[in-house]
């Protein structure tokens, strides 16, 4: 199977319904409605989780891993994701500039690829663990506005329409349409220009970035307190620009230093 990896998605895996069965995966528990066939196009056969008997990836294996079943439609095709669950548990190491996903097999392992970052100019910045959001956090500025963004591992920088404005972020004049897992539409924009970005002192490169209302996307209240609202995701194109190496064992994300050399 051709996984991809979602850090912002609370399960361990998921896979759609078709290839749990292909799998032999039965006795599906129903979770209610969720997945989509296509944008705003809910699917019928909502959402379920159930029990695989082994799931490997490298050397690690797992025995009865709970993982979750919907549908969600992909371009290019995949046959489902990993989440943020068994990156955790498997301390898994993203490093995106040299397309690789290590799984230590001791500490050891971790702190041999901890000197090796080091040596290479590499800068550690500490993540938060959200435990009700089950997603890791960092906290850059955009333009000078304090942000809290998502540690994300999928498409490009998502950021909060909010936000967006506060930190007077420059969209492209033209809007698309987004749909969410759970059949929600909206309006999504392109950033324009340079972000501005910088985590602990450290200046980021940034990537194109998509503005919308992200608890729109997500299709959940947005809460009372504005302090607690997600600034946005850093995805993958941020992290390929970047030559992050995300850390799910130690809580590092580890960023290459002087990216403004390399603009």
């Not at 938060?128 to 959001?133: C, H, I, Q």
């Not at 329409?161 to 059949?183: M, V």
């Not at 929600?184 to 002192?201: F, H, I, K, P, Y």
């Not at 959940?220 to 995701?233: F, L, M, N």
Request: charged share 20%; proline share 6%; with cysteine.
């Amino acid at each position: 199977m051709l996984l991809m990896l979602h850090a912002n998605a609370g399960f361990a895996v998921m896979t759609t319904h078709a290839n749990a069965a292909k799998a032999g995966i039965t006795d599906l528990v129903s979770e209610g409605q969720y997945g989509i066939n296509a944008p705003g196009q809910l699917s019928p056969l909502g959402r379920a989780h159930a029990v695989a008997k082994t799931f490997q990836v490298g050397h690690r294996l797992d025995h009865d891993l709970k993982i979750s079943v919907f549908e969600v439609p992909q371009d290019p095709p995949i046959d489902g994701m990993i989440g943020i669950t068994w990156l955790k548990d498997a301390k898994a190491l993203v490093d995106y500039g040299n397309d690789r996903l290590l799984l230590p097999e001791s500490d050891l392992d971790i702190q041999a690829e901890h000197t090796r970052l080091r040596k290479q100019g590499y800068v550690a910045h500490p993540m938060t663990w959200d435990a009700a959001d089950r997603r890791y956090t960092v906290s850059p500025s955009v333009n000078g506005v304090a942000g809290k963004f998502v540690v994300s591992t999928v498409a490009d920088i998502w950021i909060d329409a909010p936000f967006a404005q506060r930190a007077g972020i420059a969209l492209a004049p033209t809007a698309e349409s987004f749909g969410g897992p759970t059949g929600a539409t909206g309006e999504v924009r392109s950033t324009q220009g340079e972000l501005g970005m910088v985590l602990d002192g450290q200046p980021l490169r940034s990537a194109k970035g998509s503005v919308m209302d992200l608890y729109d996307y997500d299709d959940e209240p947005r809460p009372a307190d504005t302090s607690t609202w997600r600034s946005g995701y850093l995805g993958c194109d941020f992290m390929r620009a970047n030559q992050a190496v995300i850390d799910f064992a130690s809580g590092l994300l580890f960023i290459k230093a002087e990216p403004s050399a390399h603009r």
